[in-house]
C-alpha cells in the first residue's frame, strides 16, 4: 500500500512543477501558500484523473518504471523554491548530483545495451560492495557539508521503507530521466561557465 501511494509522489510533484512553470508566463506572483495550494489541488487532480480505469499518474510507471528518489527530491525543491523562494540545493550539491548520476548510468546501461558483460545492477540486491560504496561516498559529502548527502540518506531510507516498487538499490539512487536531466544540467552549466569566462577575458582586453 505504502509503495502504491508513493508511486503518485513523483507525477503529483511534476504536475505542480508543469502549472507552476505555466502560471509563471502569465507574470503573477506565484510564492506564498494561496498559489501553492491551489497548484497542488489541481496536480492531485490532474494525477488521480482516470484514464482507461487507471490513475494518469500509474500511466508514466509504463515510461519509467521507478522515479529515483534524487530526481523526486530535485523536483520537490524546485517546487519549494517557486513557492517560497527557499532554496534546499545549492549548485554544489545540484553539481554532484548531476556528476553522480551521469557516473552511475554510465556504469549501469552499456550493460542494458548489450555493451558490456559486466553486471553492476547485481550489485543492488542485498548487501554488497554498493552499499560501502554509497557509505562511504555519503561520509565524505557529510565531512564537506554537501547537501547532496541528505538526499543519498533520503534515498537508502527509502529502499529500505521499500518505497519504490523496485527492490535493488540501484533503482533507488539512478533513473534513466535523471541521467538525461543531468547531463542537461550539466551541458547548461559548463555552457554557463565557458560564457562567464569569454565575457570576462574580453571586458579584461578592453581594459
Given at each position: 500500500?505504502?509503495?502504491?501511494?508513493?508511486?503518485f509522489v513523483f507525477p503529483?510533484?511534476?504536475?505542480?512543477?508543469?502549472?507552476?512553470?505555466?502560471?509563471?508566463?502569465?507574470?503573477?506572483?506565484?510564492?506564498?501558500?494561496?498559489?501553492?495550494?491551489?497548484?497542488?489541488?489541481?496536480?492531485?487532480?490532474?494525477?488521480?484523473?482516470?484514464?482507461?480505469?487507471?490513475?494518469?499518474?500509474?500511466?508514466?510507471?509504463?515510461?519509467?518504471?521507478?522515479?529515483?528518489?534524487?530526481?523526486?527530491?530535485?523536483?520537490?525543491?524546485?517546487?519549494?523554491?517557486?513557492?517560497?523562494?527557499?532554496?534546499?540545493?545549492?549548485?554544489?550539491?545540484?553539481?554532484?548530483?548531476?556528476?553522480?548520476?551521469?557516473?552511475?548510468?554510465?556504469?549501469?546501461?552499456?550493460?542494458?545495451?548489450?555493451?558490456?558483460?559486466?553486471?553492476?545492477?547485481?550489485?543492488?540486491?542485498?548487501?554488497?560492495?554498493?552499499?560501502?560504496?554509497?557509505?562511504?561516498?555519503?561520509?565524505?559529502?557529510?565531512?564537506?557539508?554537501?547537501?547532496?548527502?541528505?538526499?543519498?540518506?533520503?534515498?537508502?531510507?527509502?529502499?529500505?521503507?521499500?518505497?519504490?516498487?523496485?527492490?535493488?538499490?540501484?533503482?533507488?539512487?539512478?533513473?534513466?530521466?535523471?541521467?538525461?536531466?543531468?547531463?542537461?544540467?550539466?551541458?547548461?552549466?559548463?555552457?554557463?561557465?565557458?560564457?562567464?569566462?569569454?565575457?570576462?577575458?574580453?571586458?579584461?582586453?578592453?581594459?
Open positions: 500500500m505504502t509503495t502504491y501511494v508513493f508511486s503529483f510533484l511534476l504536475a505542480t512543477a508543469l502549472l507552476q512553470s505555466l502560471a509563471a508566463l502569465s507574470g503573477r506572483n506565484l510564492r506564498g501558500w494561496g498559489p501553492t495550494l491551489v497548484f497542488g489541488l489541481i496536480g492531485a487532480g490532474v494525477v488521480l484523473f482516470p484514464v482507461d480505469g487507471l490513475p494518469l499518474a500509474r500511466w508514466l510507471i509504463s515510461f519509467n518504471a521507478n522515479f529515483s528518489i534524487p530526481l523526486t527530491a530535485i523536483l520537490f525543491f524546485r517546487v519549494v523554491r517557486v513557492s517560497f523562494g527557499i532554496r534546499l540545493l545549492d549548485e554544489k550539491a545540484l553539481l554532484i548530483c548531476w556528476i553522480f548520476a551521469i557516473t552511475a548510468g554510465a556504469a549501469l546501461y552499456p550493460m542494458a545495451l548489450g555493451l558490456t558483460r559486466l553486471d553492476p545492477y547485481a550489485a543492488g540486491w542485498g548487501f554488497s560492495w554498493l552499499f560501502v560504496l554509497m557509505f562511504s561516498f555519503t561520509m565524505v559529502l557529510l565531512a564537506i557539508k554537501n547537501r547532496f548527502a541528505v538526499i543519498l540518506m533520503a534515498a537508502i531510507l527509502a529502499f529500505n521503507l521499500r518505497l519504490l516498487e523496485s527492490t535493488n538499490l540501484w533503482d533507488y539512487l539512478v533513473d534513466p530521466l535523471l541521467v538525461v536531466v543531468s547531463c542537461i544540467g550539466l551541458g547548461c552549466r559548463v555552457r554557463r561557465r565557458a560564457q562567464g569566462a569569454r565575457h570576462g577575458g574580453g571586458a579584461r582586453r578592453e581594459a
